[in-house]
């Protein structure tokens, strides 16, 4: 695995970092779910939550270089059927924090970053237009010259999890702070985040 991350081209990786930046940039349902995050239960809730949706790339990458994504295209039903899940456990989380009412900001401890860190992760690993994304993009940066490209993709992919991580991290923290200082618009915060949560869900089932 190491030898194969040596022998890979610096300029190669930096470009796929490069496209991967304008990835981080544009408005998606990661971004988004971070955010809701950060309204709801603080920066650091919101901050375990890009951790956790790190995680779940981390499975699509791990699929991706097993081939098992190829399957999602095979099989619509079985892509339809995890689409419709995720979407699902969306609404769930926006009915959640609909009927919250004024109570924001109690998963700052670790019982509730945990919380956060695992809605994270299940929100991206059932969203199965990260895995065919994750199999159409990370392929392209690979070269089966210099090594096993399945070592490349789960070297990539554990790249563009880190980077993951401190972007929509930094937007969840962000949203965090901002909603600390809003803490007596009560259960508006919570209205909002349900409103994110249930655009989501909408999204993800629609698209």
Request: no cysteine; proline share 3%.
């Amino acid at each position: 695995m190491f030898e194969t991350l040596l022998a890979m081209d610096t300029v190669t990786v930096v470009t796929f970092m490069g496209a991967a930046i304008l990835l981080y940039l544009t408005p998606g349902a990661d971004m988004m779910f971070t955010l809701a995050t950060g309204i709801t239960g603080g920066p650091k809730a919101s901050l375990a939550a890009a951790v956790g949706i790190s995680a779940g790339v981390l499975v699509h990458v791990a699929l991706a270089a097993a081939g098992l994504a190829v399957l999602l295209l095979a099989y619509p039903a079985a892509y339809d059927a995890i689409r419709y899940i995720g979407a699902a456990y969306l609404m769930w989380l926006a009915i959640q924090s609909w009927r919250a009412g004024s109570t924001v900001g109690g998963t700052g401890g670790s019982a509730g970053m945990w919380r956060a860190f695992r809605r994270g992760f299940l929100t991206n690993i059932l969203n199965p237009k990260v895995a065919l994304f994750v199999l159409a993009f990370l392929p392209q940066f690979t070269d089966p010259a210099i090594g096993p490209v399945w070592h490349q993709i789960i070297w990539l992919g554990l790249f563009l999890a880190l980077g993951g991580i401190f972007t929509d991290g930094a937007y969840g923290v962000f949203a965090g702070v901002m909603a600390d200082r809003l803490r007596r618009s009560g259960g508006i915060m919570n209205k909002i985040s349900a409103i994110v949560f249930g655009g989501l869900a909408a999204k993800i089932a629609l698209d």
